[in-house]
């Protein structure tokens, strides 16, 4: 198998894993995962605790979201390319 251009490594990286498009708005959580912000919101509509990662499971007691710059300077940068 051919090995991944860095463009397709890029691209993969810049999707969301619940949503599976670009990131809108990424946010980190506990584990240090990103998600869009409103997928994650979605996902744990309506819990209060024992928050569980879509992708590690590992769990938090806080929905704790931080707003990932970084990220999302990558995603505006990806998008032009």
């Known amino acids: 198998m051919a090995a991944r251009t860095p463009l397709e490594m890029l691209q993969d ?3 969301c894993s ?5 990131f809108q708005d990424p946010v980190s959580i506990h584990c240090g995962h990103s998600f869009c912000r409103s997928c994650i919101t979605e996902t744990w509509k309506g819990q209060t605790t024992n928050f569980s990662c879509p992708q590690c499971r590992k769990t938090g007691d806080q929905m704790t979201l931080r707003p990932n710059w970084e990220l999302a300077n990558v995603i505006e940068a990806a998008k032009r390319l």
């Open 13 to 15: 990286e810049a999707h």
């Open 18 to 22: 619940i949503c599976l498009e670009i």
